[in-house]
Every structure is written in C-alpha cells, then in structure tokens.
C-alpha cells in the first residue's frame, strides 16, 4: 500500500522560508501529478500548488502568487513546496497528495476529488 509522507514544517517567523517535502513509501509508486492542500483551523482546505509531470506547474495565485515553489523529482513519486515570505495567514496543516491512475487536465489539479492518495499532513505555523 502507498502512503505519501509529507515533512519540514515547522514553526517560522513571518518572512521566512520553510521547504516541505512528500515522499511516497510503499510498492513502487508514479504518478501523473502531485499537488499540495492546506487546511487552517475553521477553515475548509484549500488548494495550494500542483504539479503535472508533463504539462506543467499551478498555483492557487491570490493566495502564494510568487512566494511559493513547486517542484519534483524524475521519478514522478517525490514532491517539494518551498515557502518565501511566509505570513501568518499561512499557518495550516499542508497536505500533499497523488494522481497516480490518470493524467488529469492541469487546470483540474486545484480540486481535492482529483486526487486519489493523501498523506497525513504537516503543521506549519508562522508566527507575527
């Protein structure tokens, strides 16, 4: 069975830069994209940034527009955020998760339903 493992959250000061990092464990696992959620307290998750392997990078503009970075490695099974100017209104439990059984259109990859494997979540808390 595959699990995704998400690390490198962490507690930071406003304007500073976090990288988390999710690794899928388990059988041998690729996937077609690979995305990030995040989920603030109260709130509902919400989409962060995603990753199709061979048709590109989105990102949930209004919200890391220039501050945040997706990326990944060849083996299609290993996704990273890196976070610059991190601000308080960041502070969530960030999620990643896997499409591994279809190729789905780019624009797609903002909805949770899309996706089939999540990980557990980290906690990244960005202090004033």
């Known amino acids: 069975q595959v699990q995704l493992v998400e690390s490198g959250g962490g507690l930071v000061q406003a304007g500073g830069s976090l990288r988390l990092s999710c690794a899928a464990s388990g059988r041998t696992f690729s996937s077609y994209a690979m995305g990030w959620f995040r989920q603030a307290p109260g709130l509902a998750r919400e989409f962060v940034a995603a990753i199709h392997w061979t048709g590109g990078t989105t990102y949930n503009t209004d919200s890391v527009k220039g501050r945040f970075t997706i990326s990944g490695n060849n083996a299609r099974n290993t996704v990273f955020l890196q976070m610059n100017s991190l601000k308080p209104e960041d502070t969530a439990v960030y999620y990643c998760?896997?499409?591994?059984?279809?190729?789905?259109?780019?624009?797609?990859?903002?909805?949770?339903?899309?996706?089939?494997?999540w990980g557990q979540g980290t906690q990244v808390t960005v202090s004033s």
């Open positions: 998760a896997a499409v591994p059984k279809y190729s789905p259109a780019l624009a797609a990859l903002k909805y949770e339903h899309v996706y089939d494997v």
